[in-house]
């Protein structure tokens, strides 16, 4: 398919040169969310994992990932697509691959952004009536969480960014300011111990693995804005590896922060790990901290809902464009060079994904967060697998001129790795999920559907336009 029938098919192109490599480090950060993965996953981890240890297998994990995007960033280089594992994979294993782990990625940052907004809402509501006593429900928050998403997603990233950035520095602002005023209360908590053997694998090991790498989701937003990135390749190196030197140290900073906090952290943090980090704010920065934490907390929901949001609404463009999906997904604002109709779709979803929730007024952060928390962890450790495997293959065929180290050994090491952690995660799925119920345990099944979905999609349509940007 030449580029004009292509363009002409989809609608349009996404707009070029928006977003560098210091935006695109922000919405890295963003998806992650640090201060909600402080007060969740990594609270979670020193409950429940090896307590202060968390710090130490933190650094492991990072060192993990690091291996990882040598080969993820190997990959920039030959292929630049908005649906960045779509075509990675597809690169190395095939375009059947490819469009099955497409459409892998695509429920989960489908379901990622919806269960960001209904957390948004539930702590938006929570913060408000705490500080100013007025009784609304979560939902009505939702709805103007979806609205400002909806805005932003249609006015595309060069405005994003700039939300997703302030936000994010808020989030370290805050982290620091709570680290120095224990470092300065308590100096003596400050244990090197915390990166011994003794404390990295002494408890449940595989629980702090699964939490320490579920703080790292959204690892792939650096390539997913290759079309829209200035200088490209370089934007996306640079920034794959600042995003990930970023949390690396904001995650070490604030585990070892509230570790050094309390004389026995595990039991302080087993007491009710939800709580954690603003009972520790309370102790060491006032009370003052409690409705400051609050609100951040809710806004950086928001913000990491935003990032998914993009993150869906380029996979939704991307299949448009390969016709994997209708066509019609792929066609852009004609003004803006957004993927509108793409976003606009992903935010009826995420109504589809709360509606259930509203109508019979359960509690969407009891009965939706465990779903999306076990899917998006299998899928993207699933799809950070495929691609370790896709460079090999690639490599092997003779395709690839970079070095051995980045095309086999890296690729190799990380892919053994990320499978045992993938198999720890099936393993230990309740304790990631925090939930028993039947219906969340069947819920990997929903990207497996996917896959194969996807898969037989792509042999439908013939020879998909995988290729069409590469």
């Keep these: 398919m030449t580029t004009e029938t292509h363009d002409e098919l989809s609608g349009g192109r996404l707009k070029r040169d928006t977003i560098g490599a ?114 609304a429900p979560w939902y009505a928050y939702g709805v103007v969480a979806l609205a400002l998403t909806a805005y932003l997603g249609r006015r595309g990233v060069e405005i994003t960014q700039r939300f997703t950035t302030g936000i994010s520095l808020l989030q370290f602002a805050v982290i620091i300011a709570l680290g120095v005023a224990i470092l300065w209360q308590r100096p003596g908590g400050w244990s090197l111990g915390v990166f011994t053997p003794g404390q990295m694998f002494e408890g449940n090991v595989a629980m702090t693995l699964v939490f320490c790498i579920l703080s790292f989701v959204g690892f792939e937003a650096t390539a997913i804005y290759g079309e829209e990135a200035k200088a490209a390749r370089r934007s996306i190196k640079v920034a794959t590896y600042t995003s990930l030197a970023l949390l690396v140290a904001v995650f070490v900073f604030s585990t070892w ?108 952060i009891i009965n939706l967060f465990p779903a999306v928390s076990g899917i998006t962890s299998l899928s993207l450790t699933a ?41 720890i995660i099936i393993a230990n799925y309740q304790e990631v999920t925090g939930s028993t119920e039947l219906v969340i345990a069947l819920m990997p099944l929903i990207p497996v559907a996917a896959a194969i979905y996807g898969a037989l999609a792509f042999r439908r349509v013939g020879d998909a336009d995988l290729d069409a940007h590469l």
């Design 22 to 135: 210091f935006g695109l480090t922000f919405m890295v950060v963003a998806a992650a969310a640090p201060l909600t993965a402080m007060a969740s996953n990594l609270s979670l981890s020193l409950a429940f994992g090896v307590g202060g240890g968390t710090v130490g297998l933190l650094i492991v994990v990072a060192a993990l990932l690091g291996i990882f995007a040598v080969a993820y960033v190997v990959l920039s280089r030959h292929v630049t697509n908005a649906g960045a594992y779509y075509a990675f994979i597809g690169f190395g294993l095939g375009k059947t691959a490819g469009a099955g782990a497409a459409f892998v990625a695509t429920v989960a940052y489908n379901l990622a952004a919806g269960g960001m907004i209904a957390a948004t809402g539930y702590f938006a509501a929570a913060t408000v009536e705490s500080e100013l006593g007025l009784d």
């Design 257 to 364: 922060s509230i570790t050094a906090a309390f004389p026995d952290v595990q039991a302080e943090a087993a007491s009710d790990p939800g709580s954690l980090v603003f009972r520790t704010a309370d102790t060491y920065l006032g009370g003052w901290s409690g409705g400051v934490l609050s609100t951040l907390v809710t806004i950086s929901f928001l913000a990491a809902g935003i990032a998914f949001h993009n993150m869906a609404t380029r996979y939704h463009y991307a299949l448009g464009r390969a016709r994997l999906l209708p066509v019609r997904l792929a066609h852009t604002h004609p003004h803006l060079g957004t993927p509108s109709v793409g976003s606009a779709v992903q935010i009826g979803i995420s109504v589809l994904i709360l509606a259930p929730f509203v109508i019979t007024k359960a509690d969407p």
């Design 383 to 423: 799809l950070m697998i495929g691609c370790c495997a896709s460079i090999v293959v690639a490599a092997v065929a003779g395709r690839l001129p970079e070095s051995r180290w980045a095309t086999m050994v890296a690729p190799g090491v990380a892919g053994v790795s990320l499978v045992a952690i993938c198999g």
